[in-house]
């Protein structure tokens, strides 16, 4: 599953799940829209790989993450 990084990893932008401003190269590094066009020309500093829009979770398709934990409960 895709790893929705919370903020840019150049300036520090908070990016939610579902913001259209994300931008992320193919190893999921992420970055804002800004940073991208001003800074990044829109290739990944780490890896050299073009950066594109981020896909977005609607809301309810996000999962918190307790979600994953086992739920023990006596019957």
Do not use: Q, W
């Amino acid at each position: 599953m895709l790893e929705l990084k919370p903020t840019c990893e150049c300036c520090g932008e908070v990016l939610p799940p579902n913001s259209p401003k994300a931008v992320i190269c193919a190893y999921e590094c992420t970055f804002c829209l800004t940073c991208a066009r001003e800074h990044l020309n829109h290739i990944c500093p780490n890896h050299g790989s073009k950066l594109v829009e981020r896909p977005s979770l609607p809301v309810s398709a996000m999962v918190s993450p307790l979600s994953g934990a086992s739920s023990t409960s006596a019957v």
